[in-house]
C-alpha cells in the first residue's frame, strides 16, 4: 500500500536488509514483554522485565543469523548502544498496564486463515486477552510514538487486519483493538463491527488482486514519500536514480516475510 517496489524488493527478490536498531530494540521489547507473562502475577515488576533483557538478547542475536554476525565482535559496547531505552520503554509500559492484574489468554499468537476467496490471511499477535464473557481484546504494542490523529487510520489497519482474521478463525468479532505505544505513553483503542471488517476484507482483495496483476505484468512501481529515508533500497531504486535487479527467474510466490516488529514505518 505504501510502495508496491519496496513490496517487490522485500517479498519477490528477498533482498536482504541492513539490521535496524529500532528494529532490534523493538524485538528485544516485544520479547521481553511475551517472556514477563510466563512469572507468576506477584513478580511481574519492572525489575524483573529489566532483568529479562540481557537473556533475550542473547537469543534475538542467536534466532537471527545477520544480527549475530553484525554483532560477531562486539566486545558488548554496541549492544549497549542499541539496547539504549530498552528500560525507559519497559518502564512506560508498567505505566500503561499492570501486568499483575492480566492473564492473557494468547501471546505471539499465530492467526491464519482461508477467506472464503481463497485469500489466505496469516500474522501475529501481540497479546489475546478474553474477557470472562468470552470477549476478546487484541493488544499490540509499539515501540514508537504514536501516530498523529490523521495517521491513526492507517496504524489501525494492521490491528482490522487481526480482527478479520480472528473472527473468521473464532466467528466472533474481537471486541476492542488497542495498540500501546511505548514511545510516549500513548495509547490507541478502536472497537471494530462486522461492516467495518467486511469493508476490509475488501480492501485485502482488491490488495491482493493487485499484487496477482504486479506479478503477471512485473510492473512494480516505485512510490516515493517519506518512507524512502528509511528505505534500504534507494540505491536500486528508478525514484532515486537506480536500476532493479532483473526479477527473479521462475518468479517465486510472494510469501510473507519473517515477523519483526520494529518501529520503521514500513
Ligand atoms: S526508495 Fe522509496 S520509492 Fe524507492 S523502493 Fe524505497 S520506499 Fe519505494
Redesign the pocket.
Request: aromatic share 12%.
Given at each position: 500500500m505504501t510502495?508496491p517496489?519496496?513490496y517487490r524488493?522485500r517479498v519477490i527478490d528477498r533482498i536482504p536488509e541492513p539490521p535496524s536498531q529500532a528494529a532490534t530494540r523493538g524485538t528485544v521489547v516485544h520479547a521481553v514483554l511475551e517472556q514477563l507473562y510466563d512469572l507468576p502475577r506477584g513478580s511481574r515488576s519492572l525489575e524483573a522485565a529489566t532483568a529479562l533483557v540481557p537473556a533475550v538478547w542473547q537469543q534475538v542475536l542467536s534466532d537471527d543469523e545477520e544480527l549475530g554476525s553484525f554483532f560477531a565482535e562486539d566486545d558488548g559496547s554496541l549492544a549497549t548502544t542499541w539496547l539504549d531505552g530498552t528500560e525507559a520503554l519497559l518502564a512506560t509500559y508498567f505505566d500503561l498496564e499492570d501486568p499483575t492484574r492480566l492473564e492473557p489468554a494468547d501471546r505471539e499468537l499465530a492467526l491464519s486463515v482461508e477467506l472464503d476467496s481463497g485469500l489466505v490471511l496469516r500474522g501475529y499477535v501481540d497479546r489475546l486477552d478474553v474477557a470472562p464473557d468470552g470477549a476478546m481484546r487484541v493488544v499490540d504494542y509499539k515501540t514508537g510514538r504514536a501516530p498523529r490523529e490523521a495517521f491513526q487510520q492507517k496504524a489501525l489497519f494492521q490491528m482490522r487486519f487481526y480482527a478479520l482474521a480472528l473472527w473468521r478463525m473464532k466467528g466472533e468479532v474481537p471486541r476492542l483493538l488497542q495498540l500501546l505505544y511505548l514511545g510516549d505513553g500513548q495509547v490507541i483503542q478502536y472497537q471494530p463491527d462486522e461492516d467495518d471488517l467486511v469493508a476490509m476484507e475488501r480492501k485485502l482483495l482488491a490488495l491482493a488482486s493487485a499484487i496477482g496483476t504486479a506479478m503477471e505484468s512485473g510492473d512494480w512501481r516505485?512510490?516515493?514519500?517519506r518512507?524512502?529515508d528509511w528505505?534500504a533500497?534507494?540505491s536500486i531504486?528508478p525514484?532515486?536514480g537506480g536500476t532493479p535487479p532483473p526479477l527473479p527467474d521462475p518468479r517465486p510466490h510472494p510469501e510473507p516475510p519473517t515477523p519483526l516488529e520494529g518501529d520503521s514505518p514500513g
Open positions: 510502495c517496489l519496496l524488493f516505485p512510490s516515493p514519500s518512507l524512502c528505505c533500497h534507494q531504486c525514484a532515486w
